[in-house]
């Protein structure tokens, strides 16, 4: 009895040392969401003090509500940092570094003014994409799913491109929306923490059909 009890007390302490990374990586991602979302607050405030009253268009601030006011932006980039979580490394760190860095280049392509296929479609169907494959829970290659996010990066970055002639503060402009977009990576990130709870995987791939389903209500409203 005392061997069996004993044993039992064994198997108990070692499946709770089996589950306690899951638990460290979840409080870890929590603990970055709220770091940035923290800074972003603070960084939001300074900003908005030192424009008011100006009346100039752009800036931080403006860049930074660019993605968070608009839903199709705000939800391929939540998507990529939840994909990125169920790929694992090292995807959950290379795809929220070329979603901007293509981002860029898209920015750079809208102001060079050359013409792209019609971008409202594109960002749409990067929502699509993105909520499929977090449905499936698609493994892809890190040289498939590197190229998929960069590709739609292209989309989201030309239409910020095209914006920022007109801004008064480009580059603040510019610095708040690719904060903007860390933040949101960030954040899926740790809503794919979820994974690691009871069912928590169904729960997220049920997420990505709510995207897909979203994403395709875009695709309709954009198509012409």
């Known amino acids: 009895m005392r061997l069996g009890r004993a044993a039992e007390r064994e198997g108990q302490h070692e499946s709770s ?8 990586l979840f409080r870890r991602n929590l603990v970055i969401a709220r770091l940035f979302g923290g800074v972003a607050l603070i960084m939001w405030t300074s900003s908005a003090n030192a424009h008011a009253g100006t009346g100039l268009p ?6 930074v509500e660019h993605p968070l006011t608009g839903p199709d ?6 998507s990529v ?10 995807l959950i760190y290379l795809l929220p570094m070329v979603f901007p860095i293509m981002m ?4 750079g392509v809208g102001m060079a003014g050359v013409a792209l296929p019609p971008v409202e479609i594109g960002i749409a ?10 449905l499936g829970a698609v493994r892809a290659p890190v040289w498939l799913a590197c190229a998929v996010v ?3 990066a292209l989309f989201h970055g030309y239409a910020h491109g095209i914006e920022l002639p007109s801004a008064a503060d ?3 402009y510019s610095l708040g929306f690719v904060f903007a977009t860390g933040s949101l990576h960030v954040a899926g990130i740790a809503i794919g923490s979820l994974a690691v709870l009871p069912r928590g995987e169904t729960f997220l791939r049920g997420l990505g059909g709510v995207v897909l389903g979203i994403g395709l209500y875009f695709l309709w409203a954009a198509w012409p």
């Open 17 to 24: 040392k089996s589950s306690h990374p899951h638990r460290s």
């Open 58 to 63: 752009g800036g931080f601030v403006a860049g």
């Open 73 to 78: 932006h705000m939800l391929a980039m939540a």
């Open 81 to 90: 940092g939840l994909w990125g979580y169920f790929l694992g490394r090292p």
């Open 104 to 107: 860029a280049v898209g920015a």
């Open 125 to 134: 169907l990067s929502v699509c994409v993105l909520g499929a494959l977090i």
């Open 150 to 152: 960069g590709l739609f």
């Open 170 to 172: 480009p580059i603040g």
